[in-house]
Nanobody, 126 residues
């Protein structure tokens, strides 16, 4: 079973950058779709971006041009690089995975994923 552990969250000033990690075990990431989601207090969980097993990425509108996702197959770890951070990016960030699918992922349906990490807090504030 795919297990995911996020790390790298913290406090950053507006305009700054942060890189989150999602370390996987139980399955090679190259055979899974991985999504990043976030949830701010009082708000619904929001899709940030995702990457399919084939490397195709999909981005949420709020992060296009600022966030990127990439995978290190040797470390079985996926990274979320966040640049030009804004206070509205403040949230708990989760990585989610689904195995057994090829070439697709989604940022629009959290329930599509069947494995979730515990989340890591990102706070953007001066």
């Amino acid at each position: 079973q795919l297990q995911l552990v996020e790390s790298g969250g913290g406090l950053v000033q507006p305009g700054g950058s942060l890189r989150l990690s999602c370390a996987a075990s139980g399955l090679t990431l190259a055979y899974a779709a991985i999504g990043w989601f976030r949830q701010a207090p009082g708000k619904e969980r929001e899709g940030v971006l995702c990457i399919s097993s084939s490397g195709r990425a999909e981005y949420g509108d709020a992060v296009k041009g600022r966030f990127t996702i990439y995978r290190d197959n040797a470390k079985n770890t996926l990274y979320l690089q966040m640049n030009s951070l804004k206070p509205e990016d403040t949230a708990v960030y989760y990585c989610a995975g689904r195995s057994g699918v090829t070439g697709i992922c989604t940022v629009n349906l959290a329930l599509w994923y069947d494995s979730w990490g515990q989340g890591t807090q990102v706070t953007v504030s001066s």
